[in-house]
Nanobody, 117 residues
């Protein structure tokens, strides 16, 4: 069982920045592909960013050029650096992984990001 704990959400003005963190339990983090999802009120959860075990990243088109995903295997942590935030980035952000073999489905509890003037 892998436990994921997000932090770093909050209230920010349009154009501002936030960095989300997600720390995983256990000793196998370096073997996990890690994802960030978000879910806005009344909308479906959507994939925002992915980082593989080798550090290859993929970002949703709407956040390219503004968001960066990174990982620190020594700290068992994945980050989502969010710059130039827009109103439409408001959502609960979740980190997720399918574990070492891609057969599991672990989620954090989510962290709220609110972009508002």
């Amino acid at each position: 069982q892998v436990q994921l704990m997000e932090s770093g959400g909050g209230l920010v003005q349009p154009g501002g920045s936030l960095t989300l963190s997600c720390r995983a339990s256990g000793s196998m983090f370096r073997f996990y592909t890690m994802n960030w999802y978000r879910q806005a009120s009344g909308k479906q959860r959507e994939l925002v960013a992915t980082i593989t075990t080798g550090g290859i990243t993929n970002l949703q088109d709407s956040v390219k050029g503004r968001f960066t995903i990174s990982r620190d295997n020594a700290e068992n942590t994945v980050y989502l650096q969010m710059n130039n935030l827009k109103l439409e980035d408001t959502a609960v952000y979740y980190c997720q992984t399918t574990g070492r073999w891609g057969r599991a489905d672990y989620w954090g509890q989510g962290t709220q990001v609110t972009v508002s003037s």
